[in-house]
């Protein structure tokens, strides 16, 4: 099933990277905030393929035009005030880089969040 074709009748809210460029990160975050806020557990899966290939070449479906690197970091770093319980990264294809840089891309995501999430356990604890 083609994707168009599968959102067309959903209340998805999208943000193509064409928007995404256009209002900020900061707009992102903002547009993300509100409309999640009715939310009390959210799982976040980043898909590594939201990265330029540039920065992580290694996946199945590379998006050239994709979110640089501090994109995202800025990104993640925004969406963990919400009431973030888990999350992953997905679709990281190491044979189809020799480079790795997806790997080390990967692995940043993944620590980046475990940070994000004990700041957000150990102030709220406080």
Not at 36 to 52: G, P, R
Request: aromatic fraction near 10%.
């Amino acid at each position: 099933m083609d994707e168009l074709e599968f959102i067309k009748d959903k209340d998805f809210s999208i943000i193509n990277a064409h928007d995404f460029n256009r209002i900020g990160v900061s707009s992102v975050v903002d547009k993300v905030k509100k409309r999640m806020q009715s939310f009390n557990k959210i799982y976040l899966t980043v898909d590594i393929d939201c990265l330029d290939p540039a920065y992580a070449a290694g996946t199945g479906t590379p998006q050239f035009g994709g979110m640089n690197s501090r994109q995202l970091l800025n990104l993640l770093k925004g969406l963990f005030d919400l009431p973030i319980i888990g999350f992953d990264v997905v679709e990281v294809a190491p044979s189809l880089d020799p480079s790795l840089t997806s790997v080390f891309a990967a692995r940043k995501i993944v620590t980046e969040c475990w940070g994000h999430q004990w700041r957000k356990n150990k102030l709220g604890a406080l």
